[in-house]
């Protein structure tokens, strides 16, 4: 199961395990992107299930569930990353943290933080009654290091840490070890959602860019499928051992001081 994955980092992702050989069900409010997503994924129908469902709401995601066992019978891997952020919750380059929309905040809040915490709750209830699974949430590098302007989302993130290494320990000790929960925290990826805060319309960086690129040793963006082996790795029995860890997958940029 991928909520989020109709977006560049889910497409990729969902791509990715389908090559590992998994079954993707995909997770959406919007069935024209569910349409899109199984187009640009090809492969084989019946290895894609398309889900309508909303992130924040508990009954839109028992209705999937439901027809997620009526399809497939189990569920083995929960990747929470649907996500995102509102201009409100963002402090613009002329604008002070007293510009703060908390109506913004919340909703960055309750899409990014609930949004991860109600799908654990519906599918990883799936996960426990099968008896094994693995849940990968979606960090950022703003949950752990001050980043400019993204106040709202910077807090959701930090709040997916948390939650990540509290629900690994309460399936570790309860569920006899077999349900395992981390997290992957991508460095700086471009997508729709930041194309135009992180490049020009000529493609050249702006000047947050160059301020990102000044901070990444590898001195690049990176590219979606970079992420597909940390994926892969979580989600397999090569990482049993591994449970509560967030996963930089960043270029270096969590490494460096910046001197």
């Not at 640009?40 to 709401?57: A, I, M």
């Not at 980043?147 to 320990?169: C, E, H, M, P, Q």
Request: contains cysteine.
């Amino acid at each position: 199961m991928l909520t989020g994955g109709t977006g560049a980092l889910g497409t990729a992702m969902a791509r990715g395990l389908l090559q590992a050989g998994a079954r993707v069900a995909l997770l959406s409010r919007n069935p024209e992107n569910l349409t899109s997503a199984r187009e640009e994924l090809g492969g084989d129908p019946d290895n894609v299930l398309l889900l309508k469902g909303d992130v924040t709401d508990a009954e839109s995601l028992r209705d999937a569930a439901t027809e997620l066992k009526e399809k497939w019978q189990k569920l083995d891997i929960l990747v929470n990353a649907a996500g995102g952020n509102r201009p409100g919750a963002t402090i613009g380059p002329d604008q002070t943290f007293f510009d703060l929309k908390m109506e913004d905040f919340a909703g960055v809040s309750k899409l990014n933080l609930d949004g991860t915490v109600i799908p654990s709750l519906i599918f990883g209830k799936m996960l426990t009654d099968h008896g094994s699974g693995s849940i990968i949430n979606i960090s950022s590098m703003a949950a752990d290091r001050a980043i400019t302007r993204v106040v709202g989302y910077s807090a959701a993130k930090a709040g997916i840490d948390n939650f990540t290494r509290w629900l690994s320990v309460e399936m570790a000790r309860k569920y006899g070890g077999k349900v395992r929960v981390n997290a992957i925290a991508p460095g700086f990826f471009i997508g729709e959602q930041n194309r135009r805060l992180l490049l020009n319309e000529d493609e050249s960086l702006t000047d947050r860019g160059k301020t990102i690129i000044a901070n990444t040793p590898m001195n690049r963006f990176g590219e979606a499928e970079e992420l597909i082996s940390t994926l892969i790795y979580l989600c397999a029995d090569a990482s049993s051992f591994v449970t509560g860890i967030v996963v930089p997958v960043d270029g270096g940029f969590s490494a460096f001081s910046g001197v």
